[in-house]
């Protein structure tokens, strides 16, 4: 039996793998340049949610050691726990911790209380992320690049920096995803204007030159 779940296990991994794989390809050959495709972060939010993400998960990891899994998700500053914890009390220090953080702007709580989840859950997981990402990248003036997303069981949470009307194509689209129950959405939601001006300012970006003229 064991043999037969690290068998499905690894089978997963692949799969993920060469979906992510396919992905980067259609980002690259499909919609290279295109500013729908472009992350609306500046670099500076895109390296403070980094070091936010990096910074919380290795702090939980070693507040709670084997009582909890704990996923940290930071996108526009604004942080999504998620995964399992031995009890309410650590799910609430945890967000308590993470609300803390002088870069966060808000938490979104989704840690789930009960045993740490296996090593296929979270293989079945990532398999789901990227059947989502993947129907993503296919939705025309849908800007998957400027979105996060995480998938826990058949849960499936987003965030990003999304219009109105981009924030319901993207939650219709993960719906209609095969394996996804439920859908929360954490978007940071932008007039037309701001999406134009947030379009226009990355194509600026994209065209200074990546080091310092030689004199």
Do not use: W
Not at 66 to 81: C, E, P, R, Y
Not at 87 to 100: L, M, R, V, W, Y
Not at 187 to 197: G, M, P, V
């Amino acid at each position: 039996m064991r043999i037969n779940l690290l068998g499905k296990a690894l089978a997963l991994l692949m799969i993920t793998s060469f979906l992510t794989s396919c992905a980067v390809v259609a980002v690259g050959g499909v919609a290279a340049g295109a500013s729908v495709m472009a992350d609306r972060r500046t670099p500076a939010v895109q390296a403070i949610d980094k070091g936010i993400g990096l910074e919380l998960e290795n702090a939980l990891d070693k507040r709670f050691g084997d009582n909890a899994h704990i996923n940290v998700t930071s996108f526009n500053q604004k942080v999504l726990l998620t995964g399992e914890v031995k009890d309410a009390d650590i799910k609430e220090q945890a967000g308590t911790f993470a609300k803390a953080n002088k870069n966060v702007r808000s938490v979104f709580n989704e840690l789930v209380v009960g045993p740490n989840s296996t090593f296929t859950a979270r293989a079945n997981d990532s398999y789901l992320e990227s059947k989502v990402k993947t129907q993503m990248i296919f939705t025309d003036k849908l800007p998957s690049n400027s979105m996060a997303i995480v998938a826990e069981g058949s849960s499936v949470y987003l965030m990003g920096i999304l219009t109105q009307q981009e924030a319901e194509i993207a939650k219709k689209v993960t719906s209609n995803t095969s394996g996804v129950k439920d859908v929360y959405a954490y978007f940071d939601i932008i007039s037309d204007a701001e999406k134009l001006r947030l379009e226009k300012q990355g194509k600026a970006d994209e065209s200074q030159p990546s080091s310092p003229p030689k004199n």
